[in-house]
Nanobody, 115 residues
Framework: QVQLVESGGGLAQPGGSLRLSCAAS????????MSWHRQAPGKERELVAG???????NYRDSVKGRFTISRDNAKNTVYLQMNMLKAEDTAVYFC?????????WGQGTQVTVSS
């Protein structure tokens, strides 16, 4: 079993920054893939960014150049640095990891971008 604890959400002004963290714990040898997804009210959940265990990254087009995903394998933690935030980034952000051959979701953290 893998447990995920997210932190770092909150309220930011347009143009501001937030940093999300997601720490994994439990029984696993390696986390193959770590990612962040988000879900805005009335919309489907979407992939924001992902990172492999060797550091390869991918981003959805709307966040390229503004968001950066990274991971600390020693701490089993994935981060999402969000800069130049926009109102349309408002959503619940979920951490998702693949370990032991299956996927695990975090509980979600609210990010609100508003003046």
């Amino acid at each position: 079993q893998v447990q995920l604890v997210e932190s770092g959400g909150g309220l930011a002004q347009p143009g501001g920054s937030l940093r999300l963290s997601c720490a994994a714990s439990g029984s696993f040898d390696i986390i193959n893939f770590m990612s962040w997804h988000r879900q805005a009210p009335g919309k489907e959940r979407e992939l924001v960014a992902g990172i492999s265990n060797v550091g390869s990254t991918n981003y959805r087009d709307s966040v390229k150049g503004r968001f950066t995903i990274s991971r600390d394998n020693a701490k089993n933690t994935v981060y999402l640095q969000m800069n130049m935030l926009k109102a349309e980034d408002t959503a619940v952000y979920f951490c998702y990891v693949i370990a032991r051959g299956r996927g695990y979701w975090g509980q979600g953290t609210q990010v609100t971008v508003s003046s």
